[in-house]
């Protein structure tokens, strides 16, 4: 496939791995596995139950990488700007931009967000590689939890191991069962749309950040909130008021909730999945994937792609 790239952050979307046609290597950077078709609703694997052993024994294998979620460059979250600022370069090095090359264009388009979260893995939202996304998939080894919303998380594998430096690092997956207390901020990353507009979108030139509050499940659930819609799969961030705050938008979709564990140490405890139309509306907060319903399907599909490939 010779029209999708991933990037890592670097201040810019420029490449660091890419997909090319047969995963050839002929591209910039590192090339993706190719040849696991992305799974079908009907055919899509559900996440197992969790293990009785606990996320510590899911994510103890030596491979794990253990150094996870440390930045060398620290992120600014003392200037807390309520409508979002851009981010300090290097700061989130885990970040990961998926691109697309429409047909007869020379230039790469952003379309989703990810997270490195692993020597060969990227973590995203499994809605980002439907039909008008990143639709040419086929060359990719994606594995899809499910396409619907209630299981909107996807991981791809890359062809060689992503090496970490000052400028790429991992994000922790969460090592506890354990839900974010109503009012905690965690922080939202992504190239995604900076205007909200129901039409036009206007793609960040730079990495942009956002701190969010957690919004009680009981309350998202709510009617005038997003109703039945949200399941115990998902976190509810952002604020009630629209006036000049922050939301994931357009874009941000497959990047993270990150929340910090400590004093230095960042778990991606969110996938973004959806919201609003125009992206900041009242009693409609930013909706994202629980990353800690999914881990013991994350280390199951490591473990599977391992012996089987």
């Known amino acids: 496939m010779r029209n999708t790239q991933f990037t890592v952050d670097h201040g810019s979307k420029k490449p660091i ?10 591209g910039t950077g590192q090339s993706l596995h190719p040849c696991i078709q992305p799974q079908s609703p009907s055919t899509a694997q559900s996440p197992p139950p969790r293990s009785k052993y606990g996320f510590p024994f899911l994510l103890s294998s030596p491979d794990w990488p253990k150094d996870c979620g440390l930045p060398h460059f620290k992120p600014n979250t003392v200037e807390r700007i309520v409508s979002g600022n851009e981010a300090r370069p290097h700061s989130w090095p885990w970040q990961v931009s998926l691109q697309v090359r429409p047909r007869g264009s020379k230039h790469y388009v ?12 990227v973590l995203t939202a499994a809605h980002c590689f439907q039909k ?15 396409s619907e919303l209630d299981y909107d998380i996807a991981l791809v594998k890359a ?3 992503i090496q970490t430096s000052n400028f790429i690092r991992y994000a922790c997956l969460p090592r ?3 839900n974010l207390k109503p009012g905690h901020y965690c922080w939202v990353t992504g190239w995604g749309d900076t205007r909200g507009g129901k039409e036009n979108v206007s793609l960040a030139e730079a990495l942009n950040q956002a701190r969010l509050p957690i919004i009680d499940y009981m309350t998202c659930r709510q009617k005038k909130f997003w109703g039945d819609r949200v399941r115990d799969s998902m976190i509810c961030a952002g604020f009630r008021d629209t006036e000049g705050t922050p939301a994931a938008c357009q874009g941000d979709s497959g990047g993270p909730l990150l929340c910090q564990v400590g004093r230095d140490r960042w778990e991606v405890r969110g996938i973004v999945s959806f919201g609003p139309i125009g992206c900041t509306v009242e009693n409609k907060p930013s909706v994202f994937t629980r990353t800690a319903a999914y881990i013991p399907w994350i280390e199951a599909t490591r473990i599977r792609d391992f012996f089987l490939h």
């Open 176 to 178: 506890k069962q354990i």
């Open 159 to 161: 062809a060689t191991d």
């Open 110 to 121: 952003h379309v989703c967000g990810g997270t490195l979260i692993h020597k060969s893995w």
């Open 17 to 26: 791995f890419s997909t090319v046609a047969n995963a050839a290597g002929s």
């Open 132 to 146: 008008g996304k990143a639709e040419d998939a086929s060359s990719w080894r994606i594995v899809l939890a499910h």
